[in-house]
């Protein structure tokens, strides 16, 4: 299909391995993920606007468990959202196969959406033993270059058969996005052609997530990304559409359950450029987009 190319991170020891370009799926990224050092023992994984498969390859399972006490292991879907979610790895090396999924992509191929909303479940209660079948085949596969492409595989048949968001909704998906998460949810209605009302509830049903809770998710992922680089927590406060550097401070105890400063320092971001680098599936402010996308919205996600 095509060749891999791998890429040593620094912080944390991973060995990180991405598609040299990108697959037939828009809104579809994969990363394969080795762990030489056994550092994913105990990692906290930073929200991102994007639903996450995890399909452990290794010898011994990891378990994502969040502060709800659920618990998971060997193939993971991590909704928009979740909150406070660890990673507990094996104490030999560890290996998995991560995809993250537009929200329009994982509406279509997991059959679940307002489900995963904030939650952690097993591919499993999704896939039933299609799940199984997959994670054996990707751990029979003899390269990265093949597990890719078997992923590939199973999702465009699940996307293939699944069903499309309301152009309405994939239409506001992208406009918040391009605008950093600051429209507000009035405006996105009237330019969806939708009330508020409708909109609320059609985004709910297909996201998972209400628009407000998805803007603000969409905000404080670019913030997070910004106190990665480097940037002060009061620049990045007033530059992201916060009120002050207290309030910046609550959104990402929010989401991340740690403070500007430690989200900063976070291994997860760390390689986040790495294993997805930038590019128009993530989320970055200032792109364009009209009324009149409604019409092709649910073409591309």
């Known amino acids: 299909m095509r060749s891999a190319e791998r890429v040593h991170a620094h912080v944390p020891r991973w060995e990180i391995t991405v598609p040299s370009r990108p697959g037939r799926l828009p809104g579809v990224m994969m990363a394969g993920f080795s762990d030489r050092d056994n550092e994913f023992r105990d990692l906290t994984l930073v929200p991102h606007p994007s639903v996450t498969l995890l399909l452990d390859l290794g010898d011994e399972p990891f378990v994502i468990q969040d502060d709800r006490g659920s618990r998971q292991h060997g193939r993971v879907v991590a909704g928009l959202a979740p909150r406070q979610v660890r990673g507990c790895g094996p104490t030999s090396r560890m290996e998995c196969l991560q995809i993250r999924l537009s929200p329009m992509v994982a509406h279509a191929v997991l059959g679940a959406s307002a489900e995963l909303g904030g939650t952690v479940v097993s591919l499993d209660d999704l896939w039933g033993r299609e799940s199984v079948r997959l994670q054996e085949r990707l751990r029979a596969a003899g390269s990265w270059e093949d597990r890719f492409a078997i992923a590939e595989a199973a999702l465009a048949r699940r996307a293939d058969a699944g069903r499309a968001t309301d152009p309405e909704v994939t239409f506001s998906w992208r406009r918040m996005a391009a605008s950093g998460g600051l429209m507000p949810v009035e405006r996105l209605a009237a330019e969806a052609g939708w009330s508020r009302k409708r909109l609320w509830s059609r985004f709910r049903a297909q996201v998972g997530l209400t628009p407000k809770r998805v803007a603000r998710l969409i905000r404080f992922d670019l913030a997070a990304?910004?106190?990665?680089?480097?940037?002060?927590?009061?620049?990045?406060?007033?530059?992201?559409?916060?009120?002050?550097?207290?309030?910046?401070?609550?959104?990402?105890?929010?989401?991340?359950?740690?403070?500007?400063?430690?989200?900063?320092?976070?291994?997860?971001?760390?390689?986040?450029?790495?294993?997805?680098?930038?590019?128009?599936?993530?989320?970055?402010?200032?792109?364009?987009?009209?009324?009149?996308?409604?019409?092709?919205?649910?073409?591309?996600?």
């Open 225 to 301: 990304h910004r106190l990665a680089a480097g940037e002060r927590a009061a620049d990045v406060a007033a530059e992201s559409g916060y009120a002050d550097q207290s309030h910046l401070h609550r959104d990402v105890m929010t989401f991340a359950g740690m403070t500007p400063a430690s989200v900063a320092l976070s291994p997860f971001l760390a390689v986040d450029d790495v294993a997805w680098p930038p590019g128009p599936w993530r989320i970055t402010a200032g792109r364009r987009c009209r009324r009149d996308d409604v019409r092709s919205a649910a073409a591309t996600p």
